[in-house]
T-cell receptor, first 112, second 114 residues
Framework: SQQGEEDPQALSIQEGENATMNCSYKTSINNLQWYRQNSGRGLVHLILIRSNEREKHSGRLRVTLDTSKKSSSLLITASRAADTASYFCAPNYGGSQGNLIFGKGTKLSVKP | DAGITQSPRHKVTETGTPVTLRCHQTENHRYMYWYRQDPGHGLRLIHYSYGVKDTDKGEVSDGYSVSRSKTEDFLLTLESATSSQTSVYFC?????????????FGPGTRLTVL
């Protein structure tokens, strides 16, 4: 399978701490995307990083991409209880339709 | 949320009955997708559409068919529902392929097949 694989599967931290989630993928990508899913809701796009980018920021989110290791990480700084959700990475391998291949996700719990 | 709605939001049906799920968008996006989400499997692509009447299979298409007769609607049909099709179904849309393809998701349909 070409899906991204997130690590860890579950993460529990205290409010104010940083949360780091990792994603590994198989082959060359066009870009890699991160999504968040709150319980019982659809996925929400967080950030996209292109294959020629190494780091990208959006608010409290920082994404890195290491194409030599075929891995990406999502860092959430100063986490809040509202960040409690599942986080998915989705490598985009390109091709005629450019479909995303979602991983199984990291379940983040931020305790107040 | 982007203008995506799914109907019904919840459905309970019996094995062997036909079921149709509807995804409706008001964004005029070209691409539409159906995923299913199951514990331990994440999201898996069932079918997708890259234009009106243009559809293709995804990773787990067996037992499902789709139709797209107009830009705004993408229908997913289970011809004869089975218990293994109990899942949460998500529709997604995108207006770009390949290089970008940020997807916007609907709220989901929880389907239970007894």
């Amino acid at each position: 399978s070409q899906q991204g694989e997130e690590d860890p599967q579950a993460l529990s931290i205290q409010e104010g701490e940083n949360a780091t989630m990792n994603c590994s993928y198989k082959t060359s990508i066009n870009n890699l995307q991160w999504y968040r899913q709150n319980s019982g809701r659809g996925l929400v796009h967080l950030i996209l990083i292109r294959s020629n980018e190494r780091e990208k920021h959006s608010g409290r989110l920082r994404v890195t991409l290491d194409t030599s290791k075929k891995s990406s990480s999502l860092l959430i700084t100063a986490s809040r209880a509202a960040d409690t959700a599942s986080y998915f990475c989705a490598p985009n391998y390109g091709g005629s339709q450019g479909n995303l291949i979602f991983g199984k996700g990291t379940k983040l719990s931020v305790k107040p | 949320d982007a203008g995506i709605t799914q109907s019904p939001r919840h459905k309970v049906t019996e094995t062997g009955t036909p079921v149709t799920l509807r995804c409706h968008q008001t964004e005029n996006h070209r691409y539409m997708y159906w995923y299913r989400q199951d514990p331990g499997h994440g999201l898996r692509l069932i079918h997708y559409s890259y234009g009106v009447k243009d559809t293709d299979k995804g990773e787990v298409s067996d037992g499902y068919s789709v139709s797209r007769s107009k830009t705004e609607d993408f229908l997913l049909t289970l011809e004869s529902a089975t218990s293994s099709q109990t899942s949460v179904y998500f529709c997604a849309i995108s207006d770009k392929a390949s290089s970008y393809n940020e997807q916007f998701f609907g709220p989901g349909t929880r389907l239970t097949v007894l």
